[in-house]
């Protein structure tokens, strides 16, 4: 099992980038493929990117961030990252990090383990 937290959130203007951080608590993070999705104001939890749990890393984005976001991990920190560039206002929400168990990996309920979430703003 694993707890993660979220950091990096903020405000941004449109155009700008941010680097979100996610936290584990323990030594079996290695052992989870991991995915970043958000959820927008009044909107449902959607994917944003997923990686696989060890190098050499498969990578995966949705097609709304795919070219702008980037996803990536530090196993012996217990770290994962999403850079975000060229970022848009539609990319404002509320953004989560989690670790997948099984399934469609683009899909939330593939996934058992959740943080808090960071909040991501971003003005025209």
């Known amino acids: 099992q694993v707890q993660l937290v979220e950091s990096g959130g903020g405000l941004v203007q449109a155009g700008g980038s941010l680097r979100l951080s996610c936290t584990a608590s323990?030594?079996?993070?290695?052992?989870?493929?991991m995915g970043w999705f958000r959820q927008p104001p009044g909107k449902e939890r959607e994917f944003v990117a997923y990686?696989?749990?060890?190098?050499?890393?498969?990578?995966d984005y949705a097609d709304s961030v795919k070219g702008r976001f980037t996803i990536s991990r530090d196993n012996a920190k217990n770290t994962m990252s999403l850079q975000m560039n060229s970022l848009e206002p539609e990319d404002t929400a509320v953004y989560y990090c989690?670790?997948?168990?099984?399934?469609?990996?683009?899909?939330?309920?593939?996934?058992?383990?959740w943080g808090q979430g960071t909040q991501v703003t971003v003005s025209s």
């Open positions: 990686i696989s749990p060890i190098s050499p890393f498969v990578t």
């Open positions: 989690a670790a997948y168990r099984s399934g469609t990996y683009n899909w939330a309920p593939s996934y058992d383990y």
């Open positions: 323990g030594r079996t993070f290695s052992d989870y493929p």
